[in-house]
């Protein structure tokens, strides 16, 4: 099983993917972290990098990103969120393309105004007191319905996450995929 989570800023991709780390033993790879859970077959692989309050793979390039979702793929399950790659199909949508209904799109259903409370508290806690630029945070949120409806006509599997309980919601489908 593969997730890939879209989400604009604040949405709450990076919690998710600090949620699936702490279901199990956690061990920390390069630009990636392996979950071991006691209940699995196989791991889970959350890519990117989780140093800061944000997270992703938003410091990775997208071959980089397609490297490690092909390489991790042959050893189990794959979680990856960005705040760039939730807008667009692009080379990393091409590379989901093998592994078909295995490739699930989960899209969070966050309400965008509590996207911007939660950019903006996050920047005032990094002393960020400069306004911001809510507009910027919109046009991602039409970008990525854009998105989702392009990835449904497709038939691609598309699933909409909801806020109240994503990293729940996103390991189920992980439990769905290890009895598979």
Do not use: W
Request: glycine fraction near 12%.
């Amino acid at each position: 099983m593969l997730v890939k989570l879209h989400g604009t800023s604040g949405s709450g991709k990076s919690t998710v993917a600090r949620h699936l780390m702490s279901l199990g033993l956690c061990d920390p790879l390069d630009n990636a972290y392996q979950v071991t859970i006691l209940a699995f077959n196989r791991p889970i692989y959350v890519l990117g990098t989780y140093n800061s309050q944000c997270g992703g793979c938003d410091t990775l390039t997208a071959g980089q990103q397609i490297d490690l979702i092909h390489h991790y793929a042959q050893k189990g399950h794959v979680f990856y969120e960005g705040l760039l790659g939730s807008e667009y199909y692009g080379k990393l949508g091409v590379a989901s393309e093998p592994y078909g209904n295995r490739h699930v799109f989960a899209f969070l259903d966050t309400p965008i105004e509590l996207c911007i409370e939660r950019v903006k508290a996050r920047r005032l806690a990094k002393g960020n007191a400069k306004p911001l630029n809510e507009e910027n945070t919109r046009n991602r949120v039409r970008k990525i319905e854009t998105l989702k409806r392009k990835l449904y006509q497709q038939g691609r599997t598309v699933v909409t996450i909801g806020h109240h309980n994503a990293g729940g919601e996103v390991f189920a489908l992980f439990c769905e995929g290890d009895r598979a």
